[in-house]
């Protein structure tokens, strides 16, 4: 646990030459995703120069969910599981948070979104359960969940409705301390911070690495798979949780209709250098691969390219990162 | 049966509930058929009406689209793959047929569609194939490029106009007789050279090669570079006839068109017992599958559930199948 503080890859790193020099490559894809990011910045000055802390908070407003969605994802695939149902967990806590805060004080949507956190929290425990104990392959499972939390959403609101307390939009409305950082953006490392930082320092975050990254053998070293399995799963929903109420934050209402949020989760975490094999990767570059998508959107509205293009192209650079990535690990390997 | 030692009253009771397994594990169709009379056994308890030639074409009218795009994920399972492109390359092809079809007739807006399909399965194909992207990130990545195309595309024909021609929705979508689905006639051919191929052609035999130790049969010679970019192509086809099927039945074309049949693609291969992890299952068992959703989705509009409870009762049942299935396989 020496090397705890770098910024993504397993938490175990050792003190030796060879153990740092491992550690640097894993924090490679991290840095480079930053490069990127800033490269991105520049190239948005240069086609825009007015672009500035106002484009900035809508780009932060509008990442905000598909944010809360991948660092979800990457939770259950770093312990070797995937969450198809991230979208409709976003939906059923976005419309119960907005259905119970129609008509309520403010004072009472404090309650209300400690209960939708819980909400959150106990759906995806359930979907970790279902998957610990029905044995069936963890894509099989949440994809037929996802149909379930879908359908309870849209038992909670029937068509679009209900009401978002006013401090709760507030939290994301405006910037924070300096007119450069977006209230959201802080918002969102926040609440990542306050989950993710001691939680992957504990013996649950390692025994989550340990079981994505071999089930067996974390198995066999004493490891409870199916509890740990069942934890990160839990994890995932909280995150899910968050998400949904980000949406109620950015729209004010509740949507019972799930958005492209588990496609976009799973495109992020694999550009963020998450495997999808588990055990490998982080939340940082995660986070990162979604402002990078979400610039490179703004960008190309910028530049007055078809919004529709933006499609294409991110399924384009989403494809190219991969094989790029696949390819620098078969070198790495080979050499 | 005949091998059980009998010991004793538990121990050959044990071994008779293993070769009941084994037997049950080998004929897998069996339970999935007794599941779908047991449906249409329900249905027609609570809505006597419905016992008739007519309703069961329109169980076939809808189940045949839903079976050729399982088949998609049926042949990409077995390698361990998966293929999520396939309603976005549906849509494409029943979009690109219905606006060239007032341009160009029916059979050559038909070929440009299958064309276009097959590009897009043999751009996944290169990527899962010759630079091992994950089959589910290729397809994810390759369902968003076909998406935007598209969209872009619609922008320019907006002023071309849609049109089913009478031929393609009378051979997708009419029935005949008052009980023959006319899309059995595209189906049962391609089904069976489907079953065909799997059972008794080398291409089939190595999907299954690949699917159960990719390493092993690289090993023994194949190119599992060739078998997976053919295989894409294959899907990439199959669902581009699926989409036009579809188009067909409905009478309408639009980009989205197959998108909300994307996962109950893969449920249906699923209940089918195809197994996601590669090399166990067969396409005999994704027809039943497709047939048992869309039974199901009939017996839930029957019985005038609100939608909500009916994707939820859709998910539990599909989740209680694909449980009870590996409950059964896993024994053994």
Redo the contacts between chains.
């Keep these: 646990m020496s090397a705890a503080a770098e910024t993504a890859g397993r938490p175990a790193g050792g003190g030796t030459r060879a153990g740092t020099v491992r550690s640097l490559w894993r924090s490679a894809w991290t840095f480079g995703l930053v490069g990127l990011l800033l490269l991105l910045f520049l190239v948005t000055r240069a086609i825009k120069p007015t672009y500035g802390a106002s484009e900035l908070e809508s780009l932060a407003i509008g990442a905000l969910p598909i944010a809360f969605a991948a660092v979800a994802q990457a939770v259950v695939v770093i312990s070797g599981g995937i969450d198809l149902t991230i979208g409709s967990v976003m939906a059923l806590t976005n419309v119960t948070a907005a259905a119970l805060m129609a008509g309520g004080s403010e004072e009472f949507a404090v309650l209300v979104v400690v209960f939708v956190l819980l909400l959150g929290l106990v759906v995806g425990a359930l979907n970790g359960l279902?998957v610990v104990i029905?044995?069936?392959?963890d894509?099989?499972?949440t994809?037929?969940?996802?149909?379930?939390w879908?359908?309870?959403?849209?038992?909670v609101l029937k068509s679009p409705g209900g009401s978002t307390a006013a401090w709760l939009k507030g939290l994301i409305d405006d910037t924070f301390l300096i007119v450069w950082i977006p209230e959201a953006l802080v918002l969102l490392l926040v609440a990542v911070g306050v989950v993710w930082l001691p939680l992957r320092r504990s013996r649950l975050g390692l025994s989550m690495y340990a079981v994505g990254s071999d089930r067996l053998a974390a198995f066999r070293s004493g490891v409870a798979v199916g509890r740990t399995k069942i934890a990160a799963y839990a994890v995932t929903g909280l995150f899910a949780a968050m998400g949904g109420l980000s949406l109620s934050m950015s729209t004010g209402i509740g949507i019972p209709v799930p958005g492209p949020y588990t496609?976009l989760s799973?495109?992020a975490i694999?550009l963020g250098g998450v495997s999808?094999a588990g055990g490998r990767g982080g939340l940082l570059g995660p986070l990162l691969a979604v402002f990078i998508l979400a610039l490179i959107r703004a960008d190309l509205t910028f530049l007055n390219v078809?919004p529709?293009?933006?499609?294409?192209?991110?399924?384009?650079i989403?494809?190219v990162v991969?094989?790029v990535g696949?390819?620098a690990t078969?070198r790495r390997r080979t050499a | 049966m005949t091998t059980a030692p009998a010991t004793g009253g538990r121990a050959s009771g044990a071994a008779a509930m293993r070769s009941w397994q084994r037997w049950l594990i080998e004929r897998p169709i069996v339970p999935l058929v007794l599941l779908l009379a047991l449906l249409v056994a329900a249905l027609w308890t609570i809505q006597p009406d419905l016992r008739n030639a007519t309703w069961a074409a329109g169980i076939v009218r809808f189940a045949v689209p839903l079976a050729i795009l399982a088949a998609c994920q049926t042949l990409t399972m077995l390698t361990g793959g998966?293929d999520l492109s396939v309603a976005a390359v549906a849509s494409m092809a029943a979009y690109i047929m219905a606006t060239q079809t007032p341009a160009q007739g029916p059979v050559v807006a038909i070929l440009l569609a299958l064309a276009a399909t097959a590009a897009a399965g043999l751009v996944n194909g290169i990527?899962i194939g010759v630079?091992?992207?994950?089959p589910?990130?290729?397809t994810?990545?390759?369902?968003?490029?076909?998406?935007?195309?598209m969209?872009?595309y619609q922008?320019k024909m907006v002023t071309s106009g849609s049109v089913i021609a009478d031929g393609v929705a009378w051979l997708g979508g009419g029935t005949s007789f008052g009980f023959f689905s006319n899309s059995l006639i595209i189906f049962v051919p391609l089904a069976a050279l489907v079953l065909f191929s799997l059972r008794r052609v080398g291409f089939g035999r190595l999907l299954y090669a690949v699917g159960d130790n990719e390493i092993a049969a690289r090993l023994a010679g194949v190119r599992v570079w060739q078998v997976l970019l053919t295989l894409y192509v294959i899907s990439g086809l199959l669902a581009g006839v699926a989409g036009i099927v579809y188009a067909a039945v409905t009478r309408t074309a639009s980009v989205a068109l197959v998108e909300r049949f994307l996962?109950p693609s893969?449920?249906a291969a699923?209940i089918g017992g195809t197994s996601?992890?590669g090399g166990r299952g067969g396409y005999s068992g994704t027809i039943v599958g497709a047939l048992i959703l869309t039974v199901l989705t009939s017996l839930l509009t029957v019985l005038q559930m609100p939608?909500?409870?009916?994707?939820?009762l859709?998910?539990?049942i599909?989740?209680a199948v694909?449980?009870a299935y590996?409950?059964i396989t896993?024994e053994s």
């Design positions: 279902l029905t044995r069936v392959p894509i099989i499972v994809l037929a969940l996802s149909f379930v879908a359908g309870a959403a849209l038992l496609l799973v495109a694999v999808l078809d529709n293009f933006a499609t294409v192209v991110q399924g384009v989403l494809v991969v094989m696949a390819f078969l | 998966i990527g630079f091992r992207v994950h589910l990130i290729m994810l990545g390759m369902s968003l490029v076909v998406l935007g195309l969209t872009v922008l996962l893969v449920a699923v996601i992890f939608e909500p409870v009916r994707q939820i859709f998910g539990a599909i989740l694909a449980a590996t409950r896993d």
